[in-house]
T-cell receptor, first 115, second 115 residues
Framework: AQKITQTQPGMFVQEKEAVTLDCTYD???????LFWYKQPSSGEMIFLIY??????QNATEGRYSLNFQKARKSANLVISASQLGDSAMYFC????????????FGAGTQVVVTP | DVKVTQSSRYLVKRTGEKVFLECVQD?????MFWYRQDPGLGLRLIYF???????EKGDIPEGYSVSREKKERFSLILESASTNQTSMYLC??????????????FGQGTRLTVV
């Protein structure tokens, strides 16, 4: 069963605007980790941000923030002040401790930033 | 600088050939993973290993096997390559789950074409 759902296959955003990428997840484990990765056209996977299920505050890393709504099982990524270099595929992932630390990934969202 | 290195960036193989994809990490990570990436499907886990000589099937293990004889090296084997195994293959490693707040570290990917 799909554990990570990203419902937006692709989106356009104008430079300097903020963009929100949706991610919902499914788990019955109270302890889990949520991650976002960026994959530019070069193919490398770049870690962006982490949110632990017990973290009280939403995670932030520079222009990236994670809107974590635990009751709704939602972990949306917000990119503020988009730049042309933000054009990439973005993946949401979850790690569950009782699964030997496996990472489950969503299908991804393709973001294109326009001038 | 942490590193996960995959032996080839691009490979072209013939149907029926035995194919080896090699991955080496220099971070002394316990966990290593092989994912396959296809458009619209995200990253799907083929196999993972949580220790030397230990392996577990992922979501799509059919047609693949793995080997982990040393902690730093994790090999993916296609016993008899088929055209439906044409894909991007990503190797990753991570610390054991309670310390993996930076998530998994990925190699540069191997784009395999089976003709």
């Amino acid at each position: 069963a799909q554990k990570i759902t990203q419902t937006q296959p692709g989106m356009f955003v104008q430079e300097k605007e903020a963009v929100t990428l949706d991610c919902t997840y499914d788990t019955s484990d109270p302890s889990y980790g949520l991650f976002w990765y960026k994959q530019p056209s070069s193919g490398e996977m770049i870690f962006l941000i982490y949110q632990g299920s017990y973290d009280q505050q939403n995670a932030t890393e520079g222009r990236y923030s994670l809107n974590f709504q635990k009751a709704r099982k939602s972990a949306n990524l917000v990119i503020s002040a988009s730049q042309l270099g933000d054009s990439a595929m973005y993946f949401c992932a979850m790690r569950e401790p009782d699964s030997w630390g496996k990472f489950q990934f969503g299908a991804g969202t393709q973001v294109v930033v326009t001038p | 600088d942490v590193k996960v290195t995959q032996s080839s960036r691009y490979l072209v193989k013939r149907t029926g050939e035995k194919v080896f994809l090699e991955c080496v990490q220099d971070m002394d990570h316990e966990n290593m993973f092989w994912y396959r990436q296809d458009p619209g499907l995200g990253l799907r886990l083929i196999y993972f290993s949580y220790d030397v000589k230990m392996k577990e099937k992922g979501d799509i293990p059919e047609g693949y096997s793995v080997s982990r004889e040393k902690k730093e090296r994790f090999s993916l084997i296609l016993e008899s390559a088929s055209t439906n195994q044409t894909s991007m293959y990503l190797c990753a490693s991570s610390a054991s789950s309670d310390r993996a707040t930076r998530g998994a570290f990925f190699g540069q990917g191997t784009r395999l074409t089976v003709v």
